[in-house]
């Protein structure tokens, strides 16, 4: 989508549509609403008092301008009540107006929250540009062209009469631009099937992103891995006819090169059947969002690379199959992973924890300033908190306040969950150093979210956190920018907000 940005007075654009927000309750418009009222004669005042439209978050109505306005349309979109009103607000319902004009090519807009909504015009900018980009994404790749029904929209107009504040709404909705379709690009990769993305195809993507993005890629293959004593990634991917892999991307911006990293670990579980455990048949082919947190790691660099972002940051992705093979991890099997730790295998299908702590080791060599891993790990977490935060675990206060700033600036929530010391008696093992899962028979495990953060600690030496995304990772229907069932791309915004954060510290 184009995006540009307007110094013009509302009344004089010559577009298909003009986008005009309206706050619930309100009886008279003012600002740039009132001068298109005035214009139409008050008839967008006699629409809120008749209470035709009330203003709520989200809520559209297209109307005509019958000639008085240059603008053949204009478009309201409700933002909801006014003290609630925030930067997702906006996403939200930007995203709500460019469904609306979904048959139009081109939609004009004022920056909602930049006047009287109290936001920093750069912030409004940027949560404007974000909510359209997403709001107006479909994946529609395996679908016959003739079928596909995807908007038309192709221009975005952010117009502003106040010339004071123009170069900042540019620099906002360019690093919206650029942060949205990062956040696409990841989940157009968390939206392959399965059988499309096996773990040397998610390498092969990290490979052509690197390309284009001017950044380093290595990729482990299974004799590397065996090197490496990454005996985790190593025996997940067993049963599979696809070997496993893992990729290591690194950006590392002019005259950064020598310095302490960012590390990001994303799990990069391609397919997960549940191997030897297998999972019930009933919504198996969603797990295909198993390697959501790779898309999202992935996706993060993009963003970071295209903004410029000066902050030397790496990406670690072990990428594997969980299948039922002959060949394939077995419950009760004891592995060895690659700080010498023994595990007893009690469930396959808590695999993510295995691979992920190879990654979390491997990642040492980078005497990194902080690790994030991002993974679908346990269903407790979707049992605990739904699909409207991810659970944050860690290891370091400071690193845990850096991202809770992060996920309000970027309206991508987290919500904290303990690591008490005693959730390792859960994980203990008669047989090896430590035991994979606590799922007992016919009931969710105590503890589970945790229990899952916990094996993954013996794991860090190093400012840590962990987020469970499994809620948060697709199918999230509370989210007006999250039009389509599907990969959400969760994370991408919230980790650049904290690596921006951290270039300015």
């Not at 939206?191 to 890629?217: D, I």
């Amino acid at each position: 989508m184009e995006i540009q940005v307007l110094r013009e007075d509302v009344t004089r654009i010559e577009v298909e549509a003009l986008c005009l927000g309206i706050f619930q309750g309100l009886r008279e418009p003012g600002g740039a609403a009132g001068a298109v009222d005035r214009a139409l004669d008050g008839a967008l005042t006699k629409l809120l008092q008749k209470g035709e439209f009330r203003g709520r978050k989200g809520e559209t109505l297209l109307l005509p301008t019958w000639g008085k306005l240059p603008a053949r349309r204009v478009l309201l979109v409700g933002l909801g009540e006014r003290e609630r009103f925030s930067a997702e607000t906006v996403r939200e319902a930007m995203a709500a107006a460019v469904n609306a004009a979904d048959r139009l090519s081109e939609l004009s807009t004022v920056v909602h929250g930049a006047g009287v909504g109290g936001l920093p015009p750069e912030e409004a900018a940027r949560a404007l540009v974000e909510g359209a980009i997403l709001g107006r994404y479909r994946f529609e790749k395996y679908r016959r062209s003739d079928e596909r029904d995807a908007p038309r929209l192709e221009r975005l107009q952010l117009v502003e009469f106040d010339a004071a504040k123009v170069e900042a709404l540019r620099a906002g909705a360019a690093r919206g631009k650029a942060v949205a379709e990062a956040v696409c690009w990841a989940r157009d990769l968390a939206n392959e099937p399965g059988n499309a993305l096996p773990p040397e195809e998610l390498a092969a993507r990290a490979q052509a992103l690197a390309h284009e993005c001017g950044m380093r890629c290595e990729v482990l293959t299974e004799r590397e891995l065996e090197a490496e004593g990454l005996g985790g990634i190593l025996a997940v991917g067993r049963g599979s006819a696809r070997p496993p892999r893992m990729v290591v991307l690194e950006y590392a911006p002019e005259g950064r090169e020598g310095e302490r990293p960012v590390v990001l670990v994303g799990k990069g579980v391609t397919f997960d059947s549940g191997g030897i455990s297998l999972k019930a048949r009933e919504g198996m082919e969603a797990m295909k969002y198993d390697m959501a947190g790779a898309a999202a790691v992935l996706g993060t660099l993009k963003a970071l690379a295209d903004l410029e972002i000066p902050v030397r940051t790496i990406a670690l992705v072990p990428a594997v199959e969980n299948l039922p093979g002959g060949n394939a991890l077995k419950p009760g099997d004891v592995i060895t992973l690659a700080n010498g730790k023994t595990v007893e295998v009690t469930n396959t299908d808590a695999e993510g924890r295995l691979i992920l702590a190879d990654a979390l080791v491997y990642a040492r060599r980078y005497s990194p300033r902080a690790v994030v891993d991002l993974a679908t790990l346990t269903g407790a977490c979707v049992v605990a908190l739904g699909k409207e935060a991810a659970g944050l675990f860690g290891n370091d206060p400071d690193l845990l306040d850096a991202i809770k700033r992060a996920a309000e600036e970027s309206g991508e929530r987290v919500w904290e969950l303990p690591l008490y010391d005693e959730y390792k008696e859960l994980l203990r093992s008669e047989v090896a150093d430590l035991k994979n899962s606590v799922l007992g028979r016919g009931a969710l495990p105590p503890a589970g979210a945790a229990a899952g953060a916990t094996f993954l600690r013996e794991f860090v030496e190093y400012p840590w956190t962990h987020l469970d995304i499994a809620g948060t990772a697709s199918d999230v229907e509370t989210r007006l920018y999250c039009p389509q069932k599907g990969a959400t791309g969760y994370g991408v915004r919230l980790l650049v907000r904290w690596i921006e954060q951290l270039s300015r510290s």
